[in-house]
């Protein structure tokens, strides 16, 4: 795909998450590996209304090549492609659900939510939690590439999560199963509930080769 067919990909992928309340406001940013670097949605940028021409071209140490000036969070960004070298594409959002599930207590920090559905564990597998840290905080994108070592997908507390995909789809795609997971989550909280169990995963992994 070509940087230009790229940039056009996420402002329509940035809209439709915008569009559904996955995030809202200036919150949220989504970058897209290149060969020399990566593009990222600008700092203060609302995802609904990106101007593709404007969005952020870095180098692969982080220095501005063209277009605004990135996100605050692009040293998290970075951190993630420097620890997944199949990563493609990172997509950080604010989503409601998501955050909620960031603030209760008692949370699992190697695996936040539970195996729900086959879906959940197909797309997002294992969801570590991270401590709060400041949003553009250096220590966050360090404690965010030392989690992506191990995690695709990363929930900040009281403030998002951090998804890594091959490509943007697939990163967006799983951004919202995990947005799903945590809605239901929710609702079952406080009810007895069954989850998937380690003869039903393994056998997920088996056919889907996870």
């Known amino acids: 795909m070509k940087e230009n067919e790229i940039r056009e990909q996420i402002v329509e992928l940035a809209r439709s998450l915008f569009n559904r309340g996955y995030t809202s406001g200036g919150s949220g940013n989504i970058s897209v590996r290149l060969t020399d670097g990566f593009l990222m949605t600008p700092t203060g940028s609302c995802m609904g209304r990106l101007d593709p021409d404007r969005i952020s071209h870095l180098d692969n140490v982080g220095k501005l090549l063209n277009g605004d000036n990135p996100s605050k969070e692009w040293l998290l960004h970075k951190e993630v492609y420097d620890a997944r070298p199949g990563c493609g594409a990172v997509v950080h959002l604010h989503s409601p659900q998501a955050v909620a599930v960031s603030c209760?207590?008692?949370?699992?920090?190697?695996?936040?939510?539970?195996?729900?559905?086959?879906?959940?564990?197909?797309?997002?597998?294992q969801l570590a939690l991270l401590p709060y840290y400041p949003p553009g905080d250096r220590a966050l994108a360090q404690?965010?590439?030392?989690?992506?070592?191990?995690?695709?997908?990363?929930?900040?507390?009281?403030?998002?999560?951090?998804?890594a995909g091959k490509d943007l789809e697939d990163a967006v795609y799983t951004s919202e199963e995990l947005e799903e997971t945590a809605r239901l989550y929710l609702l079952l909280k406080g009810q007895p509930y069954n989850t998937l169990d380690k003869v039903q995963i393994n056998e997920l992994k088996k056919r889907f080769d996870l």
């Open 104 to 125: 209760l207590n008692n949370l699992n920090p190697a695996q936040v939510l539970p195996p729900l559905t086959p879906y959940y564990v197909m797309r997002v597998g």
């Open 143 to 163: 404690a965010v590439g030392r989690a992506a070592q191990h995690h695709g997908s990363i929930l900040l507390a009281h403030h998002g999560s951090v998804v």
